[in-house]
């Protein structure tokens, strides 16, 4: 026969659950009043829209707004065709600031804010904006509404994903490449899936708040691209971080574009590729490293790899007379 539990124990048990209880529950409210408090930071901030103050031409594309500033005359430029660039995940044209005059000593030049970043839309209506390819047809619609038939391309980090589908899909409209830093297959989507599905959605939308929604301007997010933060940090607007100053919806499409897929460009593809190609890569890329690079080369028929020393994921930013002095071949052919 079981002895009977002790009151005074079983009291002392209620009254630890109790505690726990109310422990767990301060615990969830005080997450939940963080998570609302940050919320409210975020519309604060996230409240100009697309093309507000933007300081180019805004042009409508299947009926969304995207940003390019035109430097000189895409029609006359001396090499045929106009330089377009194509900026990184999370930031926008403004990470060209340090090489755009000279390569506009050299080159006219269009600088597109991509969908869902710089002073472009960020409608998530639809995932298609956000793949490779459909950004990149996109980009052919805008080079129509130009009037320009075709255009070489630097391309960094996931611009250099979108260049290349451009190069396969249309490639009357692609003279020739350069590829900075450029990750050109897909990372994971069954993994980003899963783990997506591990954090709660406004989790999720505060964590690419906090890393990403000023694009290149926070602290840690330098520290990861860039061997010099400084560096990097002096070629970028900090203002983003005061109320007001970011587009309303940057964080939205900031997580439309991660769950977009982002299927690999197959081996034939890239093989097929007749536009020549170089591949500037920052030896010291802690994202993707040098012998990415070296093997991305080795899979395109027409490329040409040049390490950058001293520099990480961003080398136009920590190493920009640098890149200019490897791009000078490219710039005149």
Request: hydrophobic fraction near 50%; proline fraction near 8%; charged fraction near 20%.
């Amino acid at each position: 026969m079981k002895s009977p539990i002790d009151p005074a124990r079983l009291r002392k048990i209620k009254l630890l659950g109790y505690l726990l209880g109310a422990i767990l529950a301060a615990i969830v409210l005080t997450i939940s009043f963080t998570m609302v408090g940050i919320e409210r930071r975020m519309d604060a901030m996230e409240s100009r829209q697309p093309g507000e103050g933007a300081p180019g031409r805004i042009i409508t594309v299947n009926g969304e707004p995207l940003h390019v500033r035109v430097l000189g005359d895409p029609l006359k430029d001396a090499t045929g065709a106009p330089l377009l660039l194509l900026h990184g995940f999370a930031r926008s044209g403004t990470e060209f600031g340090k090489i755009e005059a000279a390569l506009a000593e050299q080159r006219s030049i269009l600088i597109l804010d991509r969908f869902g970043a710089g002073y472009s839309s960020r409608s998530t209506d639809s995932p298609d904006p956000y793949t490779p390819a459909g950004e990149a047809r996109m980009i052919a619609a805008l080079l129509d509404q130009l009037g320009v038939p075709a255009v070489d391309i630097i391309g960094a980090a996931e611009g250099g994903a979108v260049a290349l589908r451009l190069a396969v899909d249309a490639p009357a409209r692609v003279r020739r490449l350069a590829l900075i830093d450029a990750r050109v297959d897909d990372p994971g989507p069954d993994f980003i899936g899963w783990l997506r599905g591990l954090i709660p959605f406004g989790a999720r939308r505060i964590l690419l708040w906090n890393d990403f929604a000023g694009g290149l301007s926070d602290q840690a997010a330098l520290e990861r691209l860039c061997t010099d933060a400084s560096a990097c940090a002096a070629g970028l607007d900090p203002a983003w971080r005061a109320p007001g100053t970011v587009i309303s919806g940057t964080t939205d499409a900031l997580a439309a574009a991660i769950a977009a897929p982002h299927p690999a460009l197959r081996a034939d593809e890239l093989k097929a590729l007749k536009a020549p190609i170089v591949i500037l890569w920052g030896e010291r890329d802690g994202l993707l490293s040098a012998a990415y690079g070296q093997r991305l080369a080795a899979t395109l028929p027409n490329a040409e790899f040049k390490p950058i020393a001293g520099a990480g994921h961003v080398p136009h930013l920590e190493q920009p007379a640098a890149v200019i002095e490897a791009l000078k071949p490219f710039l005149a052919r």
